[in-house]
């Protein structure tokens, strides 16, 4: 039986060795809702940026850019995503930067790729929080402020950012609804009338869902939950 947690992640593994990721990927890929693959680290930056996977999993030695190198600028774009570390070497030097990095974990080649699953799995309570699972098959990143449908990201302009994190925060706390007021003071400095709100609010369901936002009359706005 699939574990449905693990249906819910984005997985990337960066690797230059065609042989391990073509083996990682048959054996635990089909558990994951994606399981993309770079063969290098510059790629595995991009690929990270385009993707914004929950969970990074690199090999250390690679060219243009390390596990290493890759793994820094990753964590100055999302410092809370887990990078999973694979290297064939176990030097004190790279498993120190590594933890400095931030890195969760460090698996020395060869190893179980059981036993990398079932590490995966270790890390639900981390990773659950980091996502909130939306109408219309809408994935909201709580770390990184990122919308995704289908695994894509979702371009949002600042002020659709600032009204999405506004309408996850209520949620979160309990408050669900929030209202017309607080919108117009947070998103903008000047005097705002109810049809430019209107107007913000219609254009933001045109480039994301109908289903996405409720308006609860008289109250404000509530982020649909799936």
């Given at each position: 039986m699939k574990n449905k947690f693990l249906k819910t992640l984005r997985v990337l593994l960066v690797e230059d060795e065609l042989k391990l990721s073509t083996l990682l990927k048959d054996a635990i890929g089909e558990n994951f809702y994606t399981f993309s693959i770079a063969e290098n680290g510059q790629e595995g930056l991009e690929f990270f940026e385009k993707l914004r996977p929950d969970i990074v999993i690199t090999d250390i030695m690679m060219p243009k850019k390390t596990g290493l190198e890759m793994a820094k600028e990753i964590k100055a774009i999302d410092p809370a995503v887990p990078i999973i570390i694979l290297s064939a070497f176990s030097?004190?030097?790279?498993?120190?930067?590594?933890?400095?990095?931030?890195?969760?974990?460090?698996?020395?080649?060869?190893?179980?790729?059981?036993?990398?699953?079932?590490?995966?799995?270790?890390?639900?309570t981390l990773l659950s929080a980091r996502s909130l699972q939306l109408k219309d098959g809408f994935v909201y990143n709580r770390a990184t402020r990122g919308l995704f449908k289908k695994q894509r990201y979702v371009t949002l302009t600042r002020k659709e950012k600032v009204f999405l994190e506004l309408l996850v925060k209520n949620y979160d706390t309990q408050l669900f609804v929030v209202s017309d007021k607080e919108i117009k003071e947070r998103l903008w400095t000047e005097a705002v009338s109810d049809e430019r709100l209107r107007t913000f609010i219609r254009r933001f369901r045109e480039k994301t869902s109908k289903e996405l936002i409720k308006n609860i009359k008289g109250e404000g706005y509530q982020i649909m939950i799936a």
């Open positions: 030097e004190t030097e790279k498993f120190l930067d590594a933890i400095d990095i931030g890195v969760v974990k460090y698996f020395i080649k060869p190893f179980d790729p059981d036993e990398l699953l079932e590490y995966i799995k270790s890390l639900e």
